[in-house]
DNA sequence: TCGCGAATTGACAGCGCTGTCATTTGTGTC
DNA sequence: GACACAAATGACAGCGCTGTCAATTCGCGA
């Protein structure tokens, strides 16, 4: 049969609220208490039941993350930051669930308020694309939610979560460009809306104003973070009569969309063209040649993401918006101007 | 104020305990009475509490989804079977949660113990190649909890949840290949102790041999599923002296691997050479030319798997192993013998 | 030693629902 | 119309925990 709180205080000679007190962590338990507690707990392997504790305790432990399956990045990187959240959540004993919204939908917001009516959850990780929509935060502050982004587009005062700086990054994959006597550099954007694509461009053109080269207009082609999008942007910069010397895409789908360009167009990648990208999918390793990008923690950043909202979910902090650090990937896809 | 039940209850002029029997879809309540709840609910936007649902009824309402996130398959696979998951617990108002196991590690039983007696999850949804595992099995059975698979690799009495016939899908990605006039149809085979990779291998060897054609095993080569792991095996059949027309790989990462090294190698794809994968992954799409490739309907399976799982959790059946159709998506990739 | 405020502990009700079982209402039969 | 039986409904306790508040113990100065 199940271990129940009152079986755990009966072992320890302490009444059921007192072995209530130790498990939520609550001031005002003697050491001694506590440890005598904490000793019968792991004695009889006791497991609070979730759902009595949820019902009691007014709180359900439970964290929602929320993702956009519509339009959606790389399956890659929110499965790791999923798994990200996730770690972070069983540290804490909290459970988590996925909520899959589509911010283009019309109903988007009823789903955020049936998912708030039925489950509760205590806090809300927000993942790219769906960190910035003004809607979204606004019910989500009515409601009383706290929330946490990853990669947030603003960083206002109250936005917790994590971020890495992007535009930084963008602007040493560049330089490192720069570095192997590039001077016509490529910028493949991603979708405009993103905040991903503005800073990755603001990180290029910083770059490229820092070492005094002018923008060339027709070197910025748009793109939307496929591979398919990489290949047709590539196309449009091939068919220019000064092609560049280095491609920058503003992820590795794109980027490997512009190697496999290079291949119709029978442009030898490094040798004549180098490529770099961002994100360092699984599939940037395995290229041939094997990309150069920049990498993004994104299992460090969801679990981050997830850390800062139980901070504040725990009445433990106010939380902060967490910086992680990138670094970049330096393969076989760049190589000195040719 | 939160509506509970017990407010449905004055509002329709019933018990509770009326409520909660047309809640449940218990027998036993007239049509009138239940048509009258069933309106106070909807007047009132009733949302059972499900922790006191859970509490009350000994049932969790809970979903738990099995992966393996260490040697798992593509992500994009299984973020679509979340998906589906997903959509199917919505319909019956169970909630989802998804726990990534590291089905070589250690640990293994001992989380997924802990897993059991910290959430009690109702039921449980295995995905590849986690659909086997006898010890994982073996513990679910002892602890009573119900379980279906996305395409497990036996198919036993009892085992439920969702398969596509991948053998009849291999074989006939196989004969549109020989109906092509190829006649030096190389495979890459996928891990070997996934399920898939057997299938696969096996729908291969049986168009072979209906057209009675000898299994050349030097056509055959070891893949693991991966891009890289695709140009390795690809390498391999280009330096034999009398190369293949036709490479069948068991994924479309392998695919895409293959058609990779073909440029390495100058090869034409599809002139000189048509290549075929299985699964459909985006990439499939993009790629130039485009992949020929089988369709995994993996968010309806992830959806009928839990539909399954449901039927039994909910008393309402024994489940079944569903099937669902494949379909050959014949793109660019493949074409006549040269 | 006594008294007093602070720290610690406990008693008890109740979170919102469902299981059990008793009671009432309806249905068909002669 | 009376009776037997089934269907429909309700009363009530209790699931396992926590909030509230009262009771007890402790530490320390007078």
């Not at 504790?53 to 959606?72: E, I, K, P, T």
């Not at 988007?108 to 308020?113: A, E």
């Not at 793109?223 to 503003?250: D, M, N, Q, Y």
């Amino acid at each position: 049969m199940r271990v129940r709180l009152e079986d755990v205080a009966r072992a320890a000679s302490v009444s059921p609220k007192t072995v209530s007190r130790v498990l939520n962590d609550e001031a005002n338990v003697s050491d001694d208490t506590r440890q005598r507690v904490l000793a019968a707990m792991q004695a009889m392997d006791y497991r609070p039941h979730p759902s009595a504790r949820s019902l009691a305790g007014h709180r359900s432990f439970l964290v929602a993350m929320l993702y956009d399956n519509n339009d959606n990045p790389a399956s890659t990187y929110l499965a790791e930051i999923q798994d990200g959240v996730l770690e972070a959540c069983d540290e804490h004993r909290y459970s988590m669930m996925v909520r899959p919204l589509r911010m283009r939908s019309g109903d988007f917001i009823r789903r955020l308020d049936a998912l708030i009516a039925d489950h509760h959850p205590d806090g809300v990780v927000l993942t790219p694309p769906i960190t910035d929509y003004a809607p979204l935060l606004k019910r989500l502050r009515e409601a009383g939610v706290p929330h946490a982004s990853v990669s947030p587009a603003h960083r206002g005062k109250g936005i917790i979560g994590v971020r890495m700086d992007e535009q930084q990054a963008a602007r040493a994959m560049v330089e490192h460009l720069l570095a192997l006597g590039h001077r016509r550099i490529a910028h493949v954007v991603g979708i405009a809306d993103h905040g991903a694509s503005r800073w990755r461009l603001a990180g290029y053109r910083e770059a490229l104003a820092a070492a005094g080269i002018a923008e060339d207009p027709v070197l910025v082609v748009q793109g939307a973070f496929t591979f398919g999008s990489g290949v047709e942007a590539a196309r449009k910069l091939f068919a220019l009569k000064k092609r560049p010397t280095a491609v920058f895409a503003a992820n590795d789908d794109m980027a490997a969309g512009v190697m496999w360009a290079a291949g119709e167009y029978g442009i030898k990648v490094p040798h004549d063209l180098s490529v770099c990208g961002f994100d360092d999918i699984p599939l940037a390793r395995q290229l041939w040649p094997a990309l150069t990008t920049v990498r993004q923690p994104a299992r460090e950043m969801g679990k981050l993401a997830a850390l800062q909202l139980l901070e504040v979910v725990r009445g433990r902090g106010p939380g902060r918006l967490a910086q992680v650090g990138f670094s970049l990937e330096v393969r076989d896809s760049t190589a000195r101007v040719p």
